[in-house]
């Protein structure tokens, strides 16, 4: 499993992850707040081969979170983003 970039991280409403899969799988993302806190998880299932998903993160308030991605308990990649 790779997990490219987060596009764009200045976000707004939405943004997409690259994903690229060797099989289908669940991926599960926990975004935390300045304050280490779970501000939101989601959920996606993804087949094999490579995908954009669509992050809808609208509801969090502006500030700065760190996405972090899951295959299953296995960690795979953080990435630090700006909500404007």
Same mark, same amino acid.
């Given at each position: ?19 690229? !899969? ?10 935390? #707040? ?12 993804? #087949? !094999? ?17 760190? %996405?972090? !991605? ?5 960690? %795979? ?8």
């Amino acid at each position: 499993m790779f997990i490219g970039g987060l596009q764009p991280t200045h976000i707004t409403h939405s943004s997409t992850l690259s994903v690229l !899969a060797d099989k289908n799988t669940r991926i599960i993302m926990k975004v935390l #707040d300045g304050e280490g806190k779970i501000a939101k998880t989601l959920t996606s299932f993804v #087949d !094999a081969g490579k995908q954009d998903l669509a992050l809808n993160l609208s509801d969090l308030q502006n500030g700065v979170y760190i %996405l972090n !991605a899951f295959c299953g308990d296995v960690f %795979l990649k953080s990435f630090k983003f700006i909500k404007q």
